[in-house]
Nanobody, 116 residues
């Protein structure tokens, strides 16, 4: 079965940086678009960035310039580098694999808290 496991979350100060990781297993990883989402309490889950198997990236407007999504197909890993973090970035961050035919796969999430 497909599993996605996020790591790298934690407590950071405003203006700081964090690198999130997502490890995939049970999937032909290179074939699928991967994405990072986040969800804060009381808010809708929102898309931050996506990356195709070949490395083409897309970003939400509100993270452009301070977020970088990348992947390593050999290691079946996808990463999200977040810089200039703000308290508003506090949320649970989720790894996603696009699966139009069967339904997307999701990780369990990793908590990011930005606070002084």
């Amino acid at each position: 079965q497909v599993q996605l496991v996020e790591s790298g979350g934690g407590l950071v100060q405003p203006g700081g940086s964090l690198r999130l990781s997502c490890a995939a297993s049970g999937t032909i990883f290179s074939l699928y678009v991967m994405a990072w989402y986040r969800q804060a309490p009381g808010k809708q889950r929102e898309l931050l960035a996506s990356i195709t198997g070949g490395g083409h990236t897309n970003y939400a407007d509100f993270v452009k310039g301070r977020a970088i999504i990348s992947r390593d197909n050999a290691k079946k890993m996808v990463y999200l580098q977040m810089n200039s973090l703000k308290p508003e970035d506090t949320a649970v961050y989720y790894c996603n694999q696009r699966r139009p035919s069967n339904g997307d796969y999701w990780g369990q999430g990793t908590q990011v808290t930005v606070s002084s």
